[in-house]
């Protein structure tokens, strides 16, 4: 066969092929011998590698590819971060932290700094809300902070992000969090978790404290004395109080702060008394179908939209016409649209959530009144006044028996119209002593009780929020005699403005019952 191929082909085609099967042989031999080189490497490598331990931590890659560990990006970073190690590891002079903390300390008194300090918090969520907050928690002396976002830096974001600059712009909050912190409370140890919140995770990231554990430490592993919710997805959110509810962690959640502008409407209390807010809405729902109804306590905003406020806008038809509008948002759930928000409002339910956390923890009184500005006696006497009205119209309609008659309304709700819908004003006058609350129209099938609930032995009257009106007392009764029991109208009787007046309450707060 070699010698019929050497008769047949030409001695310049066999060098060709002898070279190309020279250089096929040799290429197999080079990469051989680097799989095996690399190979050695590799192992060497792996073998150099000590074990994990309180000396040596290791975290993994985030699942978005990016570094767990906080990058430094200056001179003066990389010295905070030295300063901060040999502070966590307790070469820090004591009498510097508490010169630091001496506002706190007479604050709070030496019983309330050491139970601050010997805590545990964890912040989910380090936008407007979560920056502030943990920035307050780790300037008054909580010495163990695990913080969890998964998000970057954005340009959009420093105009309510506590400690973003320019130079932060496309990292990781949680490094940008940390790094700052660094430079402020040194001696505080920040477990830094670069991580998107899931039911898968939540285990785990609100687990024990487990972050470079020190000898004195009064009590190894830990669970978390509080958890910050300053999240603004309504899926992790609900997961997350569910979650800490079953469980029995402390858990204070803070609502919606976008399109709001009044930093007075702002409150704590608990969940099922949020209002007012398309996300404590839908959070109050979906907690309650998984059976969470309350005890979870929660800031929120009672200001109502109005006309010439921020509002978020729908998206455009243009968008829609391209489909899979979902897809616009960083991930599945998230909200695909700038929200408008002025930067003082997320700090503002920043530090009130901080506020509550350290009270709570440092064991200082918290007195203050939920939403009703302690006015109790006031609204029972309203809804006093306006059972025994209801009644005097149902007695005197067709001889019903107004005997048991019970009214749709709590002291709740005379509270909000009160306070929110009517500004704690007579609709007539203006004035915002002696109020009464009262019908506005006379129903038009009169004052009868209603027939479904009669058959089961109860007496009750319609009565919704929105055909209700604040007059005082005085005001109250004429109304009564002219509309309620004569046979004038609001327009005979009241002044343009007056009807403007109560036509504008009432349809505000029907686009606005939605969230209550």
Known sequence: ????????????????????????????ILLTAHAIHRRQATEELKASIPELSLKHRATELTEYGGASRPSI????????????????????DEELILEQLARNRVFLKDEGLTKLRNSFVVVVGLGGVGSHCVAALARSGVSR????????????????????????????????????????????????????????????LLGEWDYELRDD?????????????????????????????????KVISAMGAGCKSDPTRIQVGDISTSTDDPLSKSTRRRLRL???????????????????????????DAEFEKGNVDKLGVLPEFRVRILPVLGTMPAVFGYTVANHVICSIAGYPMDYRIGDKGRDKMYDGILSGLQGLEGRLVRATDGQDAVGLRLPIGRDDVSYLVEEVFRAKSVVSGLSTRLALIRWRKPAGGFKIDEAYHKEGQKIIKLPLVELVVMTK?????????????DSTPEQIYEPD???????????????????
């Open 1 to 28: 066969m070699a010698q019929w191929f050497q008769r047949h082909t030409s001695t310049t085609v066999q060098l060709g092929i002898a070279a190309t099967c020279g250089a096929i042989a040799a290429s197999t």
């Open 290 to 316: 998984l059976g969470v109804k309350d005890g979870i306590p929660a800031v929120f905003s009672s200001e109502k939209p109005g006309e010439g406020k921020a509002e978020l806008l729908p998206i455009t």
């Open 474 to 486: 005085e005001e109250a009764q004429k109304h009564e005699n002219l509309i309620l029991r004569g």
């Open 73 to 92: 990006s200056n001179k003066q970073d990389e010295r905070s971060a030295k300063i901060a190690a040999r502070a966590r590891k307790g070469d820090y």
């Open 217 to 249: 430490d009064d009590e190894h592993n830990r669970d978390p004395d509080w958890v910050v919710d300053a999240i603004d997805n309504i899926d992790s959110k609900v997961a997350l109080l569910q979650y800490c509810a079953i469980k029995g962690i």
């Open 145 to 204: 902070i695990r913080i969890i976002d998964f998000d970057q830096v954005t340009l959009s974001s420093l105009n309510r992000h506590a400690l973003a600059t320019l130079a932060d712009v496309g990292t990781p909050k949680v490094h940008c969090v940390r790094k700052r912190l660094e430079q402020i409370t040194p001696w505080i140890r920040i477990d830094t978790r670069n991580e998107l919140l899931s039911s898968q995770s939540m285990e785990t």
């Open 498 to 516: 007056v009807l403007a007046m109560v036509k504008k309450r009432h349809e505000e707060e029907r686009a606005y019952e939605k969230y209550r």
